[in-house]
């Protein structure tokens, strides 16, 4: 993991060193390829390398089987076989559809995960997780597939739309929230300064974030116990995304999801009055929504939690730390969430 | 991994008793279904499990991400989660099928495999190889997925269709000439009770074939070195299936694979003449072609042979054990095959 302002040159470097005469397919969405992706594929072509840009149409609606299937038939007529690397140059969307067309190419060829937004710097860059969405089911298809290496170039973020930015902010307050509360103070102290994205208190966080999400992925890969902390905010989250027809950015509907499930928490006694107002005022002071949007139905929300993937036995699951910065003790940090009596009330 | 006549009752009992609560897809296509599918997954709904049956329709196209975003959109409307339990019960196109929609189900499900073909008992059940094909590329698009348990009921094979029993037995052959000796003797013994499906010899043959597949894949679960000798024959097979257009069995091109890679390397003193003479009287003795079907192109077979996805930096690799039942020594049991030097000459 490489964090750093420029380090997009240094990954074209180590890449042609590291694989002369293996093929290099970049994958990116249409925008990011026009911002970067061509500029790298020539890079890695000077560099002496075999190296191809496939791109997509930019868009969440975009992560599917389909757009899979097409760049599978380019990688077809490219010949690529066994010994290609995959690189994911761009968002979230196209780090898991990317992740996952290396995960089953030929059984699995390495990927090389370049995040050009700061949610896939902070979070779905490291990790493993990769998938598409099917109708009426998000993240449904796919497979653990672990990174060869992860470049964030934080002069990256200087491109991104504001409100794409601001919505990788809320990763960075899930992972803050949960798991360090040094690091939920830093971007209490200086949200104006992350708001304007200074980019040394940026190269900060981002590595910040990463090596924490390294740490808690390191101890459990395939997501079975402990790495469930990283969900905090996500169960609501997800059916809130659902519910909006993906008109909410993932980020949004994950501060929305902090509130509300930080809230549950509350009301049972198993998360402080005091922490739950510093995390409205943080997302707040990052331009962050904090309650459900008025295009939004509750029904909507209730009837598709229930319907959540992380679903055992039909009893949907929740993860909010102790309190900030400290997880639940316990090999299970998740606990159950019964929608209708303790979600649906705070939706009304 | 349990072999053995009635073990289909045995594993409806072990499914009950394990996955109490769990939704237990069983996938089957629609000419297996008709004959064990439904009934089984009868048995389980009788034993008291959750149970669904999710056919799609019978032959070696079928094999595709078409057939399996069919099968997801059906696990989507079932409500299948992460709590689903896959069981491929069918040929070698349901296990490769149906792992591979258990691989990526959720970032994976387990899998439980219950191969009905002999070629899928002896080879395809085992091993954790799952995919599909696309134009243009055979098992392009595939997971590792080790199955969390494998049913081999030899009465299965009663109502296999004689052409398919016999491409099954060409699997048997490639493993005993590539790891045992033993079982090679054995197969010259008794070829004529195996046509005739001698059910006692049938158990034997596949527990065994089922015990050396275990020992290797175990030592190599991602297939990068020793594994390899399980591809003897398949190099070559794997062209002459596209060159058919796929008219010919797998077990068929895997048969003529056998006797033109070994005469490869009899052309290099690398296998000896008369483990080749053995090698060609058994696969005739068991109904198995040995020879270029007239129907085929040269032509169609050393392109493809020189597309195959087995290439390395554009070598085709090829795997022959040194003589009968002993594999090559070294870590790396295969060899370069030049396909217009080596194979060409021997398709003329």
């Not at 200074?198 to 402990?226: F, H, M, N, Y």
């Not at 997302?283 to 904090?290: D, E, K, R």
């Amino acid at each position: 993991v490489v964090v750093g302002s420029g380090s997009l040159a240094l990954a074209v470097r180590s890449l042609v060193r590291t694989h002369a005469g293996r093929l290099l397919v970049v994958v990116s969405d249409a925008r990011v390829a026009r911002l970067y992706g061509r500029r790298f594929a020539e890079s890695l072509a000077r560099g002496g390398a075999r190296s191809r840009l496939l791109t997509f149409p930019a868009g969440e609606r975009r992560k599917t089987r389909e757009t899979k299937s097409r760049l599978e038939d380019r990688l077809v007529r490219e010949g690529a076989g066994r010994d290609t690397i995959v690189v994911a140059l761009g968002g979230g969307v196209t780090g898991d559809l990317a992740g996952f067309l290396a995960a089953t190419w030929h059984r699995g060829v390495p990927v090389v995960q370049i995040p050009t937004s700061l949610l896939a710097m902070v979070d779905a860059a490291l990790g493993g997780k990769t998938a598409v969405d099917l109708p009426g089911g998000k993240n449904a298809v796919g497979a653990f597939h672990q990174p060869e290496s992860v470049w964030a170039d934080v002069r990256c973020l200087r491109t991104l739309p504001d409100r794409d930015y601001r919505a990788g902010l809320a990763e960075v307050v899930k992972t803050a929230a949960a798991l360090d509360a040094t690091l939920f103070g830093l971007l209490e102290a200086r949200a104006a300064a992350l708001r304007r994205r200074d980019e040394r208190l940026l190269e900060r966080i981002v590595a910040r974030c990463l090596a924490i999400k390294g740490r808690v992925v390191a101890a459990d890969e395939r997501d079975s116990g402990p790495r469930a902390i990283l969900n905090f905010g996500h169960t609501v989250a997800h059916a809130l995304e659902g519910a909006s027809g993906f008109r909410l950015r993932h980020g949004e509907a994950v501060a929305i999801g902090l509130v509300l499930e930080a809230r549950v928490a509350r009301a049972r006694g198993a998360f402080p009055e005091r922490d739950l107002g510093r995390l409205e005022r943080l997302l707040v002071a990052l331009g962050l929504p904090t309650s459900l949007p008025r295009a939004i139905a509750a029904g909507d929300v209730v009837r598709l939690a229930r319907r959540d993937k992380k679903t055992r036995g039909g009893v949907v699951r929740y993860a909010v730390p102790a309190r900030i910065g400290r997880p639940r003790t316990g090999p299970d940090p998740t606990e159950p969430l019964d929608v209708e009596r303790d979600l649906a009330p705070l939706l009304a």
